[in-house]
């Protein structure tokens, strides 16, 4: 179904287009024919991105100036970055010279300026000047704090604060509950989720929501799903196929008064569903949806093996080392039968969703987010039952979620 997608970068695409069964009048002299270079397309959607990114030095660069340009409110130049750095992280080879960017998407002049400077002197002084600029670093703490955007952040500077624990120390700041929370457990949470932690709170998400709904499907989404080795948090998506919309409704409060049962539940924060079934898929690119969620802290205990590493050193006033480790976590329920839509959705990358989004509007006039997909030449709603399915009505060829890291 659909175009071709281009899998491979330009270096393994090259094909010869001499065929054995009807030889090339040109043989044996110098074939001077042109390779059958694929283009890589302007979306990410029809990219397969790995984890395995071979151009981090330029990425790593482009990430500290789409960050400065968010900062500084302004998204067109910062999604100008965030393009390139979807597109370099795609390609099956590291960019060693400019010429290995001819003919990619989104690498304009101002990004080529960037790389060449990488290329020939290691570094940027661009990317070092935002490095070593105040309002840079301040914002980039302060929105390291869970709770804490970019109101907040510029609020907290242009009051001269620098670091967190002034902010901690200051009886003044009024801060929200989230806020609170953030900073409390600020030491775990900018501490990446391991693989190995995103498994164990699994467990403990399946047995919790096992117990009040035992036919439903708990998935892992966000960035373990795309198989990444770390997370800044674990996103789950939980639907029953047999559930009544009162169960589906009770579920979220249930699991999270039994945690706080249990001396779990750290922060939780839970949002009432807005969903409505003949809703229109929104127009924003970056819309969230309208399911139930929560948003949580967890205290996840350390396995026995791993306590010894925490035990602290004799001599110490600590009565005994900290067990557990605050991990954010999100839950999201939805109906049975938008789950396809729902997990496309949050299997990301962010920039695999926008351009999903911005493809199907633009090359389909179908309008897509985590609820539903719509086709506005035919007016109709288009059911699917995997996302596999999502992709076909987009005439798109399949993108495994390993695939989707853009
Ligand atoms: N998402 C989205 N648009 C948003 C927020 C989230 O499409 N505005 C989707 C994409 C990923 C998924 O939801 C989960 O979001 P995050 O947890 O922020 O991203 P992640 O890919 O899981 O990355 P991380 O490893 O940092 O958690
Ligand atoms: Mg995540």
Known sequence: VGKPVDTKGKYQLMESRVDSANPDPTAGTLNILPPTTKTISQYACQRRTTINNHNQRFTDAFEILAKNYEFKENDDTCLTFMRAI??????????????DTEGLPWIGDEV????????????????????????????????SVFGVGLKTADKWYRMGFRTLNKIRSDK??????????????????IDC???????????????????????????????????????????????????????????????????????LLLYCDLIESTFEDLKLPSR???????????????????????????????????SEAK????????????????????LLGWSGSRQFERDLRRYAIH??????DNHALY???????LKAKSEEEIFAHLGLEYIQPSERNA
């Open 172 to 189: 003044t700041l009024k801060l929200t509950k989230m806020q609170k929370a953030g900073l409390c457990y600020y030491e775990d949470l």
């Open 112 to 143: 080529k300026g960037i790389m060449e400077e990488i290329i020939e002197d290691g570094e940027s002084l661009e990317v070092q000047a935002v490095l070593n600029d105040e309002r840079y670093q301040s914002f980039k703490l302060f929105t």
């Open 323 to 342: 067990s557990w480790k605050a991990i954010r976590v999100d839950l999201v329920v939805c109906p049975y039968d938008r789950y396809a839509f729902a």
């Open 86 to 99: 979807s597109v370099l992280k795609c390609l099956p080879f590291e960019v060693v010279s400019l010429k």
């Open 363 to 368: 090359e389909k006039k179908m309008m897509l």
């Open 375 to 381: 086709d506005k030449t035919k007016k109709i709603f």
């Open 193 to 263: 989720v391991s693989k190995a932690e995103a498994d164990a709170v699994s467990l403990l998400v399946q047995d919790a929501v096992w117990t009040f709904l035992p036919d439903a499907l708990v998935t892992i989404t966000g960035g373990f799903r795309r198989g990444k080795e770390f997370g800044h948090d674990v996103d789950f998506l939980i639907t029953s196929p047999g559930a009544e919309k009162e169960q589906e409704d009770q579920l979220l409060q249930k699991v999270t008064n039994l945690w706080k049962k249990q001396g």
């Open 284 to 318: 924003k690119i970056d819309a969230l949806d309208h399911f139930q969620k929560c948003f949580l802290i967890l205290k996840l205990y350390h396995h026995k093996e791993d306590k010894r590493k925490w035990e602290m050193p004799t001599g110490s006033n600590e």
